[in-house]
């Protein structure tokens, strides 16, 4: 009955894969919601010829960091890892990923490695079907009230779920968030650690980033991993994150095994980063390495670092990890460019306050005519929007245009009636169109040919737009 129900399973699961991808949906996690009904034991029976399996947390950063690590996999083993690279990072996301890439005969060939970004709050049901070799940590920071609750509580349930991990598990966690650190202490596990090393470019950063400045991100000030004191943070990347000491014990910043520093973003969004820390034998320090993306100035910075860590920690090579990782490109809604009707639309998700920052800082470096910002509060968004209050706004450029949409429009509305810049009031009232079409029309024909559109949007506005652009022909489906 075991067999008969697991490939029953597989069957019905492509059978909805097909289906919904043939009424115009993703069919990313639907086909493994439907597919584990039939079987329960679906997911550790399809996990089980895994080889090396990379779980990828953190509030920001994971569908990037997802994409740079199964790259640099795929260019190193030469073929691609099992992944959910469209982002569907719940449960029933993964199993559809698993169900993809088994063959229709004898099983799944052994030994695929896979990386999976997963849910802050789906980690603790999955990892132990799992079994991870590497968990990667980017960051904790406010998101999600209504299902997270506040951040002290989640890092709290990471330290119980990081407890149960494999002995062997290597946890790769950024170095410049406390909260990170905290966690990665108590987790009696391997840990190896990225950062952001001295970045070259003005005062303001090479990215753009406002340094010295603690960005909205980061009004909940964590505490000491050591004594509980609040830290004090020295220059900032756009996340509210960066090198800091604890005022009370004099505890530091651990030095990273692995540093990027940022040398600028030329006017087409290329990112130059440079790699730098110890060599594999930590005697001598690694000769520097250097790769261009096209990502985020600060955030994309990290995720590059945290997608070449977690690749030695699987033991590839720094070298070949960091030339895999050169020339790439953004994922959906990750500044993906889109050119339609001689303008730019550069879209990215700002779905909390840190995003919002990086979103300001990408937006410094483009000098965008006009900007379309969208709030949601779908499922899938976070139904509390009590978070655009502590977003820094304020820092978005100065534009002519800037148009509001989404479910939520109103919501912005109101912010942007109380956000005050340069010590004035904002100029100019924002248009308001809850349709995300007509607003895209609306933000399109207020700027000059030539010109470029930012699109600001939480997920489910931003899919709402993507899909109006794949309708006009800008785009192709995002995969599945």
């Not at 009424?23 to 080889?51: K, N």
């Not at 997802?66 to 199993?95: F, K, M, W």
């Not at 030339?323 to 993906?336: H, I, K, N």
């Not at 990086?358 to 978070?387: H, K, M, N, T």
Request: glycine share 10%.
């Amino acid at each position: 009955m075991g067999r008969l129900r697991f490939g029953a399973a597989i069957a019905v699961g492509r059978i909805t894969a097909v289906l919904t991808r043939l009424v115009g949906h993703h069919g990313t996690a639907l086909p493994g919601l439907v597919a584990e009904r039939l079987d329960s034991a679906l997911l550790g029976r399809l996990g089980r010829d895994l080889g090396p399996v990379v779980i990828v947390l953190g509030t920001n950063g994971k569908t990037t960091t997802t994409r740079l690590l199964a790259r640099i996999l795929e260019r190193v083993n030469g073929s691609p890892p099992i992944t959910n690279r469209s982002g569907a990072n719940l449960r029933q996301g993964v199993v559809t990923a698993l169900l993809e890439r088994r063959p229709s005969t004898a099983g799944p060939p052994a030994q695929v490695p896979a990386v999976f970004e997963v849910d802050e709050l789906a980690f603790a049901a999955l990892a132990p079907t799992l079994r991870p070799t590497v968990v990667v940590v980017l960051n904790l920071l406010r998101d999600q009230l209504d299902r997270y609750g506040e951040i002290d509580t989640l890092e709290e349930r990471w330290v119980r779920d990081f407890a149960r991990l494999p002995s062997t598990t290597t946890l790769v966690a950024c170095a410049d968030d406390p909260r990170v650190e905290a966690v990665a202490r108590r987790s009696r596990r391997t840990v190896v650690r990225f950062g952001l090393g001295e970045s070259k470019g003005s005062a303001a950063g090479a990215s753009g980033a406002r340094v010295g400045q603690r960005p909205s991100a980061m009004r909940d000030i964590p505490g000491c991993p050591s004594c509980g004191t609040r830290v004090v943070f020295g220059e900032l990347a756009a996340n509210g994150l960066g090198d800091w000491t604890c005022p009370a014990c004099e505890t530091r910043r651990a030095a990273p095994d692995l540093a990027v520093s940022m040398s600028g973003t030329d006017a087409t969004g290329w990112l130059q980063l440079t790699f730098g820390g110890p060599s594999v034998n930590r005697t001598l320090p690694a000769t520097p390495r250097s790769a261009r993306v096209r990502l985020s100035g600060s955030a994309g910075a990290y995720d590059a670092a945290a997608a070449v860590l977690a690749a030695m920690a699987l033991g590839i090579d720094r070298a070949d990890a960091i030339a895999a990782v050169d020339g790439a490109t953004p994922a959906f809604g990750r500044l993906e460019e889109v050119e339609i009707g001689g303008k730019r639309i550069v879209l990215t998700l700002a779905k909390n306050p840190a995003s919002v920052a990086q979103a300001a800082e990408a937006a410094a470096v483009r000098s965008p005519d006009g900007l379309l910002i969208g709030l949601g509060d779908r499922p899938a968004d976070g139904r509390d929007v009590s978070w655009i209050w502590d977003s820094e706004i304020e820092g978005l450029p100065t534009v002519e245009s800037v148009t509001l949409t989404g479910s939520r429009a109103d919501d912005l509305a109101l912010r942007f009636k109380y956000a005050t810049g340069d010590g004035r009031s904002l100029e100019r009232r924002p248009l308001v169109e809850r349709a995300v079409d007509r607003a895209l029309d609306a933000s399109l024909g207020r700027i000059r040919p030539g010109g470029t559109l930012m699109v600001l949007a939480t997920y489910t506005t931003m899919l709402g737009i993507r899909r109006v652009l794949q309708q006009r022909g800008a785009v192709p489906a995002l995969p599945g």
